[in-house]
């Protein structure tokens, strides 16, 4: 018997939709409504609500099942998916109750005789419709086994076999039918692809505009997928020359111009109809070379580096047109090219380096190539009329090699201002990052600003090599987005300035203070390795980390520069050497007290890791994996922090100086107790003596236990002292990096107590995160942050706004509902220098902890009239990035 006569019998489909929002289900409902129009019974297994289905079709030959098979994607909001709480559902939903879920289905399926399974896009209805040797198919643009793998690497590995599982159930479906905007999907066999299946259109354009308030003098543009309005008349003249439209729903009877393809209708339906009557859609060869191809981009997503964002490479998306392997969908002519748009080749080759598949890379590179304006032509959008990239335009030779580097900021999860101190520390890279792009010219080949060519005219010496530099963003922190110099002017004499006339130097204007930071990495390279720089030097510089939210936004730009350049100039230094020089470029050209906590995090640390590291000075202990179940968030109070601040530095100069004190009151110490107790050294314990003598040569305040500062010097330390009795009593407190006041009162017991406290409690923060997962885990490790932040505050470096922020973890974590169920947050902190900037957030890395961290976002709006910037995920460091070395792809020259 032939499909038509087949379709004259009712057929019995079984259509499992999946537990994933309305939108499968409306779309389901089309293909349903035709089906049951050709008089066949569909059975609709489904956790959508009944109303879906039923306010379009009225209907005996529907029957609803609600049951729920799988569960989609968890959301916080429309916009954000919560990785693990989704693969958690589905284990509960899917994997847990696999046998019975089998077992079930396989029974129901004989007993309604289902001709048919069709899937949207349910795994384990295939599987089951196997089992119960019925014929299956799928229908959709994507597979769960393609989102999943996503989220696998994102939320941790332990989840991977729900990836295999689910590719092993879709294997079972006979074949896909394809609808447009497709991932990658190689558990299919086969592919049938048809047009955009969409719900029916209710309401006339009138009456849209009506409802939504749109005057009928609005210009709309509309991608109508439902059909074209009645009675209008498509003409060719409708489209530009070499466009197609594809039309859907048009009737069968009205002609169209050759520039307008006609889609059939109801394609879906009209082929699950033959199927199930047998006839066979799937060819005689499977789609090797699709699978083959589908299966590289998702084994590529699944063995990807954990923390790197997904790219979907160009050559999927035009494979299919290049290797002939179009199935279904329709195909024109149009004066002898594809109507589908060509393949264009990178604007750049990378000649060494990895993407690493960081999309904000991507974006980076993007915009590079955009700057090569024709600026003689006059085609010159507004856009290209703004300062900085009219500035950026000229500052590249195209013709020779760029080197890019990239380096994000950090989120001081525990250890803060304790680095200058000895500490461990413990940071987490953030996902924003600053980008630099730096090419090295030849003086004679770089296109100099006027003003630039002008000032080297002025000094007669010729062609000399200049150092430009384009930093963007410049109209969100009021100041010049430019910089440029002669680099012989950071030459005194026969030898590199000294940091002191650097400083002078950089501080002459305040709109250009900024360059220090980029433009000193050059000086201390100068100073510190012996680098000379013969050629002209051109940056770009281009960072997303925010400026003043105390996320280390300085030392992502001093990193990504010093890397940039040193890239372009062949040096190989290691990225903890690398840190070290840019933090000197903080402290001595910048003039900033900070430690090296920020530039090493930067430099070596990797998505998705803390970075732990005693700051004695810079020893990297190693990373620490941050727990599946544990999660950071980084909210910022909108206070501008500064680590320049006077409040950050006599905070530091207050730690040095209870240094000085201890180590004088432990010099004192021995002679003294040897005297009291009428002994001589032989006769002390020789533990004693040594830390009696560690301590009087203390060289990091951090290494003062606790209990010892609590047993014999806490009493020593006076609550505060001026500067010039310091100075009187003690001749230095021995920071080459901060200068006391003579006439200025430092807070010291505080402060020097703070880093004693600090390092303890960072080793046991270090220490619980391997520990077993437990609410007593979580409780332990908020509670660490939550004494971190209130010692701050004894330091005197807190600000309302952050502890407006705590407060609000804290009403969270101990509200009714937190308490009636599992906890989700559980600590917070001020972060970095304090004063300000951003808080850090511990929490359980779930659904519920990012809805209450929105919520606490809102409320702190409400409370402030601020809505705080969230930071959270994480990339790889610059030293894991490494450098791109890329040259621009000229357009063949025609004879």
Not at 11 to 29: E, I, P
Not at 125 to 136: F, L, M, T, V
Not at 555 to 563: C, G, N, P, T
Request: hydrophobic share 40%; proline share 4%.
């Amino acid at each position: 018997m032939g499909a038509d006569e087949s379709r004259k019998r009712p057929l019995v489909f079984a259509y499992y939709v999946t537990g994933h929002g309305f939108g499968h289900a409306t779309r389901v409902v089309e293909v349903i409504r035709h089906l049951i129009l050709a008089g066949h019974d569909v059975h609709v297994v489904t956790g959508a609500p009944d109303f879906v289905f039923t306010t379009e079709i009225q209907s005996t030959r529907l029957f609803l099942r609600k049951v729920l098979l799988d569960c989609g994607a968890v959301q916080a909001d429309a916009l954000t998916v919560d990785r693990l709480a989704s693969l958690e559902k589905y284990s509960e939903t899917a994997v847990v109750r696999r046998d019975s879920i089998l077992a079930t289905e396989v029974e129901w399926l004989k007993s309604i005789k289902a001709d048919l399974v069709v899937s949207d896009v349910v795994p384990v209805a295939c599987r089951a419709a196997a089992d119960a040797e019925i014929r299956s198919v799928c229908v959709t643009n994507f597979s769960w086994d393609f989102i999943y793998a996503e989220y696998v690497m994102a939320a941790g590995n332990h989840h991977r076999s729900i990836v295999w599982q689910i590719a092993e159930d879709y294997s079972h479906c006979e074949f896909l039918i394809r609808l447009p905007g497709y991932c990658p999907m190689p558990a299919f066999r086969d592919t049938i692809d048809v047009p955009l299946v969409v719900r029916r259109l209710h309401k006339s354009r009138k009456e849209v505009r009506r409802e939504l308030g749109i005057g009928e003098d609005i210009k709309v543009v509309i991608l109508n997928f439902g059909g074209q309005p009645a009675g209008w008349k498509l003409k060719g003249e409708y489209l530009p020359s070499g466009w197609l439209c594809l039309v859907c729903g048009a009737s069968d009877s009205e002609e169209l111009p050759p520039n307008f393809v006609k889609l059939e209708k109801d394609v879906a339906a009209g082929i699950l109809q033959d199927t199930a009557s047998g006839k066979n859609y799937a060819s005689n060869q499977l789609s090797g070379a699709r699978r083959l191809r589908d299966a590289i981009v998702l084994g590529y997503q699944l063995q990807r580096v954990s923390g790197r964002d997904l790219s979907i490479p160009d050559w999927y998306a035009n494979a299919e047109n290049e290797l002939g392997l179009r199935t279904g969908s329709p195909t024109a002519d149009m004066n002898g090219n594809s109507f589908l748009m060509d393949s264009y080749p990178e604007d750049f080759e990378i000649l060494h380096g990895d993407l690493l598949s960081l999309s904000d890379t991507v974006s980076f590179l993007k915009s590079l190539s955009e700057l090569d304006v024709v600026f003689d032509s006059g085609k010159i959008t507004k856009k290209r009329q703004m300062r900085e990239q009219k500035a950026a335009a000229n500052l590249f030779n195209w013709e020779e090699d760029i080197f890019v580097s990239r380096a994000p900021g950090r989120l001081d999860v525990i250890g803060g201002i304790a680095d200058y101190s000895g500490s461990l520390v413990l940071q987490m890279p953030t996902r924003e990052a600053c980008h630099v792009a730096v090419q090295k010219i030849q003086p004679s080949k770089q296109r100099l600003w006027k003003h630039a060519q002008a000032r080297q005219n002025a000094k007669g010496r010729g062609q000399t090599p200049v150092l430009q530099i384009v930093s963007y963003g410049s109209e969100l922190s009021n100041r010049g987005p430019t910089f440029d110099m002669d680099l012989s002017d950071f030459m005194d004499g026969d030898q590199p300035m000294s940091y002191e006339m650097a400083r002078n130097y950089f501080s002459r204007d305040p709109s250009q203070r900024w360059a220090a930071y980029v433009a000193g990495t050059i000086l201390v390279l100068m100073k510190e390795l012996g680098v000379r720089f013969d050629n002209s030097i051109s940056m770009l510089v281009s960072s997303a980390v925010p400026k003043g939210k105390g996320v280390s936004s300085s030392a992502s730009v001093e990193v990504a520069s010093m890397s940039a350049i040193a890239a372009a100039h062949g040096l190989s230094i290691s990225p903890r050497d690398l840190a070290l020089l840019c933090q000197k470029v903080e402290n001595h050209v910048v003039g900033a007290p900070c430690g090296v906590m920020d530039q090493m995090t930067s430099a070596c640390g990797e998505a998705n890791k803390l970075l732990a590291m005693i700051c004695q000075p810079a020893e990297v202990l190693g990373l620490v994996d941050i727990p599946s179940h544990i999660r950071f968030w980084g909210i910022d109070s909108g206070i501008r922090h500064s680590v320049g601040g006077a409040d950050y530095g006599s905070v530091r100069i207050g730690a040095f100086m209870g240094r000085k004190i201890i180590r004088s009151v432990a010099s004192k110490l021995l002679p003294e107790s040897l005297a009291t107790n009428g002994m001589s050294a032989d006769d002390l314990e020789e533990d004693g003596v040594e830390l009696l003598e560690a301590e009087a040569s203390l060289d990091y305040l951090c290494n003062l236990s606790p209990h010892r500062y609590e047993a014999l010097y806490v009493k020593q330390l006076p609550e505060s002292m001026l500067g010039e009795t310091f100075l009187e009593n003690y001749t230095d407190h021995n920071d080459p990096v901060t200068k006391i006041e003579k006439k200025r009162s430092y807070g010291l017991r505080a402060a020097a107590r703070h880093p004693i406290y600090e390092n303890f409690r960072v080793k046991a923060f270090k220490a619980l995160l391997t520990s077993s997962t437990s609410d007593e885990q979580l409780t332990a490790l908020g509670e660490l942050m939550y004494q971190c932040h209130y010692s701050y505050s004894a330091c005197g470096i807190g600000s309302d706004g952050t502890d407006k922020l705590v407060q609000l973890v804290q009403e969270m974590q101990h509200s009714k509902i937190s308490r009636s169920a599992e906890g989700t947050l559980y600590g917070a902190k001020i972060t970095g220098g304090g004063s300000g900037g951003t808080v850090c957030v511990i929490g359980r890395n779930c659904l519920r902890s990012s809805e209450q961290i929105l919520q606490i976002q809102q409320r702190y709006k409400g409370a402030t009239g601020y809505l705080p910037i969230l930071f959270e995920g994480s990339s790889p460091g610059a030293g894991k990035f490494g450098h791109l070395r890329i040259r621009r792809r000229l357009p063949s020259k025609q004879n």
